[in-house]
């Protein structure tokens, strides 16, 4: 069977095609926080994602997502650090209500990727002066032990950082 498209149809499909090619190069794209490049440096340098794209925000989502799960809060984050490495995330956060009003504890975690998802891996306490908290030194030697995988450089200790130094962004 063989499919004859008149002369015109067949010149507007390449056409409409190109135009909307364009249209979603010049306005969908530049707004768009979807950056593959982004994904993909996060997969394989130690960074930290800039504001607005795609890998912070599906770090922050998950991490967000776990916090209405355990405590029932909707928030909003203070990035205090967050940096990724190998499909590995370190994050802590100064949670807080959308209009800012309500503050929260801090909150740190462990996020790995899995099947092209962030998940986290563990949220410890965040009492001063607790040894299985991030504030004593023991800390992260054990996280490491934990999680022999995940990159050191992403820890705020490789940076010789502490959990009150003051936000990235």
Same mark, same amino acid.
């Given at each position: 069977?063989?499919?004859?498209?008149?002369?015109?149809?067949?010149?507007?499909?390449?056409?409409?095609?190109?135009?909307?090619?364009?249209?979603?190069?010049?306005?969908?794209?530049?707004t768009? /926080?979807? =950056?593959? $490049?982004?994904?993909?440096?996060?997969?394989?340098?130690? %960074? @930290?994602?800039?504001? !607005?794209?795609?890998?912070?925000?599906?770090?922050?989502?998950?991490?967000?997502?776990?916090?209405?799960?355990?405590?029932?809060?909707?928030?909003?984050?203070?990035?205090?650090?967050?940096?990724?490495?190998?499909?590995?995330?370190?994050?802590?956060?100064?949670?807080? /209500?959308? =209009?800012? $009003?309500?503050?929260?504890?801090?909150?740190?975690?462990? %996020? @790995?990727?899995?099947? !092209?998802?962030?998940?986290v891996?563990?949220?410890?306490?965040?009492?001063?002066?607790?040894?299985?908290?991030?504030?004593?030194?023991e800390?992260?030697?054990?996280?490491?032990?934990?999680f022999?995988?995940?990159?050191?450089?992403?820890?705020?200790?490789?940076?010789?950082?502490?959990?009150?130094?003051?936000?990235e962004?």
């Amino acid at each position: 069977m063989v499919l004859v498209f008149p002369y015109r149809s067949a010149l507007k499909i390449p056409i409409m095609l190109s135009r909307l090619f364009l249209f979603a190069l010049l306005f969908i794209a530049p707004t768009s /926080s979807l =950056d593959v $490049r982004d994904a993909e440096s996060a997969m394989n340098t130690y %960074l @930290t994602p800039a504001p !607005g794209t795609f890998v912070r925000k599906a770090i922050l989502d998950c991490v967000r997502e776990e916090l209405k799960r355990l405590h029932g809060l909707e928030v909003v984050f203070v990035v205090q650090h967050l940096k990724v490495k190998d499909s590995w995330a370190w994050i802590h956060v100064r949670p807080q /209500s959308a =209009d800012g $009003r309500e503050h929260y504890e801090d909150v740190a975690a462990l %996020l @790995t990727m899995k099947d !092209g998802e962030w998940t986290v891996a563990e949220i410890p306490c965040m009492e001063v002066d607790n040894l299985g908290c991030p504030d004593s030194p023991e800390f992260f030697a054990g996280l490491s032990k934990r999680f022999p995988k995940m990159p050191a450089e992403i820890l705020p200790a490789a940076e010789g950082k502490t959990l009150g130094d003051k936000p990235e962004d």
